[in-house]
């Protein structure tokens, strides 16, 4: 028996979302769910194997016992900034007995606040709860590489396991466009309001050739949805004859780390982008029976997040198979560039993007259906199954699985050359080669003797100097072994060396990009390479 420690429904939370709609693919009489107060709940009121009788001051008084393997997923929203409540529930678990595990929600890897990219209050509650925890789910590689950066004694205990993907029966965008109209105008009804229904909302739902774009979720800075209207008017100055329509939905989150009049003024702003034409804001919640619905409206759903660990509502529009585009940025770009959706790096490069995709439906298409692939491997139906293996590993004090972590991402261009992503890069640390990390944003934890950074922005030209420096740490260094280039991803900065580096042996450009381009797809050279290569190798 999984005994998981979360927000559960009725409470509008994307992580009793998630757990809820975990446990309902799990065998019956596997779990329990020890869940918060709500105020509709009674201190002991139940509902099947869920009871709502926790508290953060009482945390510590729950039932546990030797046989229980405790599970809770964690975020600073539902547990504050500060760790004891969550200390205290697992140091209580470990006295009696019980085996622990946590899923972490919310850990960064790219902030700048520790060397290995998560923030101070990250590396405080870490060091008190992994040694109480017989394992740490994390939802990307990542989080995992940060984590075991900054606490290597415990890299054994850590696992990705990725979010899961909601599964929602298929709808085609009219119906869902319908549906999503008449909850609008039975919302404004019910709280007296026009402001959506007086528009020209319906206009555009209705129009084929509108392209809709926007998100639905909670209302908060890290979240950025005032981007969205600025997207709409880059779209709008770059696109003739499509209406370009902007459409958020979402209300201040209640939390626990959090003031909700933090919010005000931005809920004020996004009142004030609102204008019944082209821009719409709607102030409220959507129900979880409509976010099918809800995303599905959307021709994209755009995710220009600020903070990006990782989306809940991103998993919703996953299955609901809506085309998504976002910032490239910790987990949200991890997972959109494994879905195989657009990634961007700067709004310009994010418009770029979109007016792609707009002018060419059939790349559009393609993206659904990478995207369909992803939802499939990683439903909650088969990431239910991973908790159930990890669960079992535990309690026999086995191996931890290595479940979702991904294999090393390397792809040789020429035999003793090869571009790759810093993911898993680690296992090539014992291997006798040479690694040239071409970014200013990843390291590894681990790597060869014979390694160097030369270190290049993401969406902005190299310098001659840059690409001169990295083309000739490869010949120096190709002789003796083999070398590899690695970037974040390995699509733009390291692709962009290794096409210099094949120009600088002799190849045109065209012909250097169209051997990168065949064995690795999806490549994206950084601004005016074939001007910088140019003045690379033209006589001085």
């Not at 792609?356 to 692939?373: K, R, T, Y």
């Amino acid at each position: 028996m999984i005994r998981f420690i979360s927000t559960f429904p009725p409470m509008e939370c994307g992580i009793g979302a998630y757990t809820g709609t975990l446990v309902n693919c799990l065998p019956d009489n596997t779990w329990q769910v020890t869940s918060f107060r709500t105020q509709d709940s009674h201190p002991l009121c139940t509902r099947g194997p869920v009871s709502f009788d926790l508290t953060l001051e009482g945390c510590s008084d729950i039932d546990v016992n030797e046989n229980d393997l405790i599970w809770a997923q964690h975020a600073f929203g539902i547990w504050g900034r500060e760790p004891e409540a969550f200390v205290r529930l697992l140091s209580q678990a470990r006295r009696r007995g019980a085996r622990t595990i946590a899923t972490f929600h919310t850990i960064h890897f790219e902030s700048d606040e520790t060397e290995a990219g998560i923030t101070r209050q990250e590396e405080s509650l870490m060091k008190l709860v992994l040694p109480l925890l017989d394992a740490a789910t994390v939802f990307s590689d990542g989080a995992y590489s940060a984590l075991a950066e900054a606490f290597p004694f415990f890299a054994d205990k850590l696992v990705v396991l990725r979010h899961g993907v909601y599964e929602y029966q298929n709808a085609t965008m009219e119906e869902s466009r319908s549906a999503l109209w008449e909850y609008i105008q039975s919302y404004d009804k019910q709280n007296g309001s026009t402001t959506l229904t007086t528009g020209r909302l319906r206009e555009a739902l209705l129009d084929s050739s509108a392209v809709v774009l926007g998100n639905i979720g909670f209302v908060s800075f890290d979240k950025d949805p005032l981007s969205l209207y600025e997207l709409g008017q880059r779209l709008r100055a770059r696109i003739t004859g499509r209406r370009i329509i902007v459409l958020y939905i979402g209300k201040i989150q209640e939390r626990k780390d959090r003031k909700t009049t933090e919010s005000a003024e931005l809920m004020q702003r996004l009142a004030l982008a609102h204008d019944g034409h082209e821009n719409f804001f709607m102030a409220g919640y959507v129900p979880d029976a409509l976010l099918p619905h809800a995303f599905r409206s959307l021709d994209f759903c755009v995710l220009w997040y600020k903070n990006g660990t990782q989306s809940g509502r991103m998993a919703h529009a996953q299955g609901s198979k809506t085309c998504i585009i976002g910032r490239r940025i910790e987990g949200i770009g991890e997972t959109l560039d494994a879905a195989g959706y657009r990634s961007a790096v700067s709004m310009s490069d994010l418009t770029d993007k979109v007016v792609e995709l707009i002018l060419n439906p059939g790349i559009q298409s393609e993206i659904l259906d990478a995207g369909v692939c992803y939802a499939d491997r990683f439903s909650f139906k088969v990431q239910a199954q991973k908790h159930l293996a990890l669960a079992e590993a535990v309690r026999s004090k086995s191996v931890l699985p290595h479940l979702d972590r991904s294999s090393p991402d390397v792809t040789f261009i020429l035999p003793n050359l090869a571009l790759a992503s810093q993911r898993s890069l680690d296992d090539f640390a014992d291997k006798d080669c040479a690694i040239l990390n071409v970014s200013d944003d990843v390291t590894l934890l681990r790597h060869p003797d014979v390694y160097s950074r030369i270190p290049l922005r993401d969406g902005v030209p190299i310098a001659i100097s840059e690409l001169q420096a990295s083309i000739s740490w490869i010949a120096e260094n190709i002789r003796q072994r083999t070398v590899i280039v690695f970037c974040r991803y390995g699509r733009g900065r390291s692709a962009s060396v290794v096409i210099g580096y094949l120009c600088w042996k002799g190849h045109t450009y065209d012909q250097a990009l169209r051997i990168v381009e065949d064995k690795r797809n999806s490549i994206c050279p950084l601004p005016f390479l074939r001007e910088t290569i140019a003045g690379l190798l033209s006589p001085t």
